[in-house]
């Protein structure tokens, strides 16, 4: 009786979606038909993705796993007792935030500014990039008049690290658009340190590094004891989760207390897929953007999903519907030839248009040079950013069942924080909706409000009250 519910429900959703997509052209929805992922997709996605979750936590499988699930060594969450002053970087794109978060119980004061990574520093040494950061950090601290204290930090550095420990990060290789020199297999904490010490004008403790998974998982699990669960979907998409701490045999012995039940595990699942598992769904749009990536055949999770590929997804897409006479009349706007040009923005405001109107889609167009644009040339570019955008969800929303199985409880929150998830108008819908297909513990998806910094700040917190 179950199943045959389910399959009517199947059946009443696509004759929904067919009836709701009946004015987009018909070899428009047959283009892009490699990018509609069924349940039974979906379903070996999370299969394939717990296989390489299980050899990333293995010691003997560890070293050669394409998914690494770093241990983090965060084996306490916070209880509302810390209490002080904190500092808090958080790096993970074209900016990063200092902030300082002063805490009491339940109560939390946060002051933060934003600086800008500029792109000369993204290709550049380390030591420049690091020497950039202490110096926005001596700013921040003098600003606030707290140069003679001495400020325990935590550091969210939101790239693959291997962790040998709270305060022991080596990085395994750059994302996002970064490639630094000089800094691969070094230990970015040290290399902070370092930057801070030539100043040797601010007195800071770096008392964990974390990544911002972590530190969102962190932040809302101060807000929500049940948060066991961390998720990203921003520039990039990354996820950790708490694990059994028997289970995570590639922990280092000694860096970590064996006796506590469970520790962090920062999945990095961005990088699920290079080893082919993922190439049953990966269209010619896929290969196309991967192939023009600053980093050709890694992290094809990570570009189905995030914020960083999304946009140029789609417009690799509308370039071929216009190319093959579908949209435009088969004239190419200029900007739509070039690569970076459809920013992923374009696709949240695009679909964020009522049914019927175009108003955002007729403005991004001519952004892009497009002008006498007929509605239905904007019902087709809305119909491709729902197609990319819904993938995006239903992928993030795959990995999220899949954990929600591992962690095996049920009311389990899941801490989400990144520009895609925050800004697009229905990814929290469209994932609510498909984890609860894909599984069935009952959850919650929770927006981290204050982002990762707090996160780190609590883990610092934490960290110095072990001290």
């Known amino acids: 009786m179950k199943t045959k519910s389910k399959s009517l429900f199947s059946k009443i959703c696509k004759f929904y979606c067919k009836k709701e997509s009946s004015t987009v052209d ?9 990018l509609l992922l069924t349940n039974d997709q979906l379903k070996l996605v999370m299969e394939r993705l717990a296989e390489e979750i299980n050899r990333g936590l293995n010691k003997e499988t560890h070293n050669d796993s394409i998914v690494k699930c770093f241990t983090t060594y965060v084996q306490d969450l916070p209880n509302g007792t810390e209490k002080g002053n904190f500092l808090a970087l958080d790096l993970g794109g074209t900016n990063f935030r200092v902030l300082l978060i002063t805490l009491d119980g339940q109560n939390f004061d946060m002051k933060s500014k934003i600086y800008a990574i500029p792109q000369i520093l993204m290709l550049g040494t380390g030591n420049q990039l690091f020497d950039h950061i202490a110096q926005c950090l001596a700013l921040f601290v003098k600003d606030l008049n707290l140069q003679d204290e001495v400020l325990p930090l935590g550091f969210t550095f939101s790239f693959p690290l291997t962790q040998h420990g709270l305060t022991k990060g080596f990085l395994v290789r750059w994302t996002k658009g970064f490639n630094v020199s000089g800094v691969i297999g070094e230990d970015v904490v040290a290399l902070l340190e370092a930057a801070i010490s030539r100043r040797n004008d601010i007195k800071i403790d770096v008392c964990a590094i974390l990544n911002d998974t972590t530190g969102t998982l962190m932040s809302c699990a101060w807000k929500n004891r ?17 694990e059994k701490t028997e289970k995570a045999t590639c922990a280092i012995a000694g860096n970590y207390n064996p006796h506590k039940p469970h520790m962090l595990i920062n999945t990095e699942w961005g990088a699920f897929g290079e080893s082919g598992v993922l190439d049953f769904i990966l269209t010619e749009f896929d290969r196309v953007v991967d192939d023009n990536s600053l980093n050709p055949k890694k992290q094809l999770f990570e570009k189905m999903i995030s914020g960083m590929y999304m946009g140029e997804l789609a417009r690799v897409i509308l370039e071929k519907l216009v190319d093959n006479g579908l949209l435009f009349g088969g004239k190419c706007p200029t900007d739509l030839k070039k690569r970076g040009k459809f920013f992923t923005k374009y696709v949240s405001e695009i679909e964020a248009d009522p049914k019927g109107k175009y108003h955002n889609c007729r403005e991004v167009l001519a952004e892009l040079g497009a002008r006498n644009v007929t509605d239905q040339d904007c019902e087709n570019v809305r119909y491709v950013c729902s197609v990319v955008s819904r993938r995006a969800a239903h992928l993030a929303s795959a990995g999220i069942a899949m954990l929600l199985n591992r962690v095996n409880e049920n009311n389990v929150t899941v801490g989400i924080d990144g520009s895609v998830y925050r800004f697009h108008p229905h990814f929290h819908d469209l994932m609510t909706e498909k984890i609860s297909e894909l599984q069935n513990h009952k959850f919650d998806l929770m927006l981290s409000e204050d982002g990762s910094g707090r996160g780190a700040a609590l883990v610092a917190a934490v960290a110095s009250q072990k001290r």
């Open 26 to 34: 018909h070899e428009i929805r047959d283009v892009c038909k490699d």
């Open 226 to 242: 049940n948060c066991r669960i961390g998720l990203i979907v921003g520039t990039g998409s990354n996820a950790c989760y708490v």
